[in-house]
Every structure is written in structure tokens, then in C-alpha cells.
């Protein structure tokens, strides 16, 4: 079939009076060709209005594709038994033309941002090489829209802590922050709602308050608004990831600035300039940091275990032996592990990411070989309970050697039993049980109990009455 341009130009040599034979000989047509176009007249190239197989059962598909829950093989199996002829290719072909399962094409749009307007942040999991151990991690991306700027990360997990450590890397490496970070509905910052009635977690607000932005969401299934930061994954994937192997957690994300570096500097032809250049244009419109950012860390209050250690993630951190049984404050920030006794910085570890039931020690935590230990200090529970009673010294004495591994539970236990109960049954219960050597608080509280019962709870002789009383 002839184009509207061949089409056109046969009308235009005729009208300049040459023949048929010579029209076809100059454009390469045949002359029945040139007669046909002639004949119609109209450089419009005429719409083809062929019958299909598939119009006697138009209906009968509408039905069958609801009552078939949309299985155009089962469609096309009821269509054969009633006796249509028309192959599973027509079938779809009709169904495709005439809007039967499908929804309308629509063009996916485009989005123009102005330097400084909008940066992206998502994550993604993938697969990692750490210490010869492939292991499932999840990469952090943060991209600026216009310049196209990329800073990643990857971590074990990603949860709203990592995602405060990310944002603060990214933003104090790129030197500032555009006014909307627009994320996809994680529950990391979202406390409600999605897309533009999402409300995020307070502290996540406050987070963006500090740096000067806000967050934003997109509409759920809208997967176009969020493609500056969606695109790179698979780009990670198969560059930066792609057959290199790393020792540890430092090496891997020293490796990964590296690459970011490194990819911001390269050419990129669809940008026509590097994302570097562009990103000279945008850094003078972003949100400068602020004078001091704080680090970024995660609270824990802990009692020190009779070996000298706090628990943290699956994993102990040593503190000297004075503090056995005292209540520390433990600081978890990114690399590190601080703990603190009040005001005062007690001990300092590197953080173990990935530990499972793995032990910290600092050798300065520990006396040296032949060195004998310092004297421990009585703990608080301890010293509250003599205070009360100082008849019960033998008695602590003796359960503290009784319950390794325990000792500040059962003091805090017996300490709430001498405040509790009255002190003459307490005392005889106590030495009771002294005497047989039981250290077993539930029998010794059972015993006082008993007492009490016998001495302050006393069941009147039958048939006394109140007044009698």
C-alpha cells in the first residue's frame, strides 16, 4: 500500500500534466498503482475495513471474559464449543482492539525539577559479598533530581535509626539539602496515610526540621514519581556490585562512596553534561547544613551483668568490674558503642554489626595475669537492704555465694520483701531458713507468708460472734 508522500506526489505530477506511464516510471510504481490513486482522487490513504471472524460473538466474549475471570484460553474454549471458528491469536487480537481486559495506553509523563526543589531517597535489597558470605543487604540511595547526584550506603537492615545515619552522611557529603525529599510509603517514615495525606513519624519530622526539608510521598502506584532514585538500583546491581567482593562492613561502603565518586564525575550522555557540572548549577540553591549536627545514636539504659558486661544487639561490651550491677547508659551510634555512668564516659567499643552472640573486651576492663582483682564495691540493693536490717548480713552473704550470675535480681528481690512484709516474721522466716540452709526466695517468701497467717490473721473459736469479740 501506497504512503500519503507517494500518494502525493502522484496527484502533484499529474496536475504538472504527465502521463500514467510516466508518473510510474519516475516514482518506481506500477501503473494500475497510479490509476488507483488517480481514481480516488485524495492523497488519504484509505482505512482498510475488513470483517473479523470474532464480530458475530462480540457479545458473547464480553460475557465470557467476565464469567472466565478474564482466562482468554477458557473464553476462547466456550467460544470453540459453541461453534465459532476463529483461532486463540484472533481471540486476543480482538479482544486487544476492542478494549475487552485492557486498559487504555496513557503516556507515562515526564517531571521537570528545578535545582534545589526535590532530592529522592529509597531502598532496595541485594545481594552482597562480605568476608567470602553472600548475604542479603539492603542499599540506600539518595539522588537530587536535577543534577542526578547519587550517594549510596548498605546496611544489614534498614530501620529508622540506619535511616538517620544515611540521611546525615548523604547530606553532610553533598554539603546541603533540597527543600522536599520525596520516599516511597515506608513505614520507616511514615506514621499514616499515603501520598499526599501522609503524615510521618514525629521523630522523623523533627529529623527533616534539623536539615531543613520535608518529606513527601508518592501516590500509591505511581511508579514514575519516584524513578530518579528506582533507575540506579539496577545499575548498582550490575556495576558497583557486580563481581567485586569486600572484607568488611568499612571496606564495602568506603568502596561504594568511591563508586559514587566516581560514576557523579563520568559523562552522561542523555544529560549531555556529568552530574558533577549540573551539580555545580544546584549546589548554591540547596538548604546549607546547619552550624552543628549531633551524632546520631540510639539510647539504651542498662544493668551491667555480673561478668562486667551490657548487652547490645545479640552482642556484650566489657565496662570495668566497679560498675557489676550498676545501672549505665549505653550510646549505639553508627560505628561505635559508648557507655556512660551519668555525665562520665565509662568504656568505648567499635560496634559489631553483625555479631550473633559475640563478646567485646577492652584488656584495660580486665586485671592482668597474676594481677588480683580490685574489690567490688557492695551494690545499691545491697547497701539499701544492711541499712534496713543489719541482721541479715550473714544471710546475704551466704545467698549471694548461692546465686552466681544473680545476685543483683535476688538482693532487689529480698530487698522488696523487707519493705513489704513486717519485720518480726521476716526476721524468723529468715533465720529458718538460715538455719537449714535454704536460699530459695520463693520458699523463704512462702515461709513468711505462713507466719504472717499465723500471727496477724487468727481464725476465731466456732460459734464467737462479734460481740463476744
Not at 527533616?208 to 545499575?235: L, Q
Not at 550522555?269 to 551524632?295: G, I, N
Request: net charge positive; aromatic share 8%; with cysteine.
Amino acid at each position: 500500500m501506497l504512503d500519503q508522500s507517494q500518494r502525493t506526489a502522484v496527484l502533484e505530477l499529474h496536475r504538472e500534466r504527465h502521463g500514467i506511464r510516466a508518473i510510474a516510471r519516475a516514482l518506481h510504481l506500477s501503473r494500475g498503482a497510479v490509476r488507483d490513486v488517480l481514481a480516488a482522487g485524495t492523497a488519504v490513504v484509505p482505512t482498510l475495513a475488513r470483517p473479523e471472524k470474532a464480530d458475530p460473538y462480540v457479545d458473547d466474549i464480553r460475557a465470557l471474559y467476565a464469567s472466565c475471570k478474564g482466562n482468554l484460553v477458557r473464553v476462547h474454549e466456550e467460544l470453540r464449543a459453541r461453534g465459532a471458528r476463529l483461532s486463540y491469536p484472533a481471540l486476543t487480537g480482538f479482544c486487544r482492539r476492542h478494549g475487552i481486559g485492557t486498559d487504555p495506553i496513557t503516556p507515562a509523563g515526564a517531571y521537570h525539577f528545578d535545582p534545589g526543589v526535590e532530592m529522592q531517597h529509597d531502598t532496595s535489597p541485594h545481594r552482597v559479598t562480605i568476608g567470602g558470605q553472600v548475604r542479603v543487604m539492603q542499599t540506600a540511595s539518595l539522588v537530587l533530581c536535577y543534577s542526578r547526584l547519587i550517594y549510596i550506603q548498605i546496611y544489614p537492615r534498614f530501620t529508622r535509626f540506619w535511616c538517620k545515619v544515611f540521611l546525615t552522611d548523604a547530606l553532610q557529603a553533598i554539603g546541603g539539602a533540597c527543600a522536599t525529599c520525596m520516599i516511597d510509603n515506608t513505614h520507616v517514615v511514615v506514621l499514616r496515610g499515603t501520598g499526599a495525606e501522609m503524615v510521618p513519624v514525629p521523630e522523623m519530622a523533627a529529623f527533616a526540621e534539623r536539615f531543613g526539608f520535608t518529606f513527601r510521598a508518592h501516590e500509591k502506584g505511581d511508579v514514575n514519581r519516584s524513578a530518579r532514585v528506582e533507575r540506579p538500583f539496577d545499575f548498582i546491581d550490575h556495576n558497583f556490585l557486580a563481581g567485586r567482593t569486600f572484607a568488611d562492613w568499612a571496606d564495602l561502603n568506603r568502596q561504594a562512596i568511591a563508586w559514587c565518586d566516581r560514576v557523579n564525575a563520568t559523562f552522561t550522555r542523555h544529560l549531555h553534561a556529568s552530574r558533577r557540572d549540573l551539580f555545580a548549577v544546584e549546589r548554591p540553591q540547596l538548604t546549607p547544613l546547619p552550624v552543628w549536627v549531633p551524632a546520631v545514636y540510639q539510647l539504651h539504659h542498662r544493668i551491667v551483668d555480673t561478668a562486667a558486661y551490657v548487652h547490645v544487639d545479640r552482642t556484650r561490651y566489657s565496662v570495668p568490674l566497679s560498675l557489676i550491677g550498676r545501672r549505665v547508659e549505653v550510646r549505639d551510634a553508627k560505628t561505635t558503642i559508648e557507655i556512660f555512668q551519668g555525665p562520665r564516659l565509662v568504656a568505648a567499643h567499635a560496634k559489631v554489626l553483625d555479631g550473633v552472640h559475640g563478646c567485646v573486651t577492652a584488656p584495660a576492663h580486665r586485671p592482668r595475669r597474676g594481677e588480683p582483682r580490685p574489690p567490688r564495691e557492695p551494690l545499691p540493693d545491697e547497701v539499701a537492704l544492711l541499712r534496713l536490717e543489719p541482721q541479715l548480713a550473714s544471710y546475704v552473704t551466704a545467698l549471694k555465694s548461692h546465686a552466681a550470675g544473680r545476685v543483683p535480681r535476688v538482693l532487689r528481690r529480698l530487698l522488696g520483701m523487707v519493705r513489704d512484709y513486717p519485720r518480726a516474721p521476716l526476721l524468723a522466716a529468715v533465720q529458718a531458713a538460715a538455719d537449714y540452709g535454704l536460699y530459695d526466695l520463693d520458699r523463704l517468701e512462702r515461709m513468711v507468708l505462713q507466719r504472717i497467717a499465723h500471727d496477724y490473721f487468727v481464725v476465731p473459736p466456732a460459734g464467737e460472734d462479734d460481740d463476744d469479740r
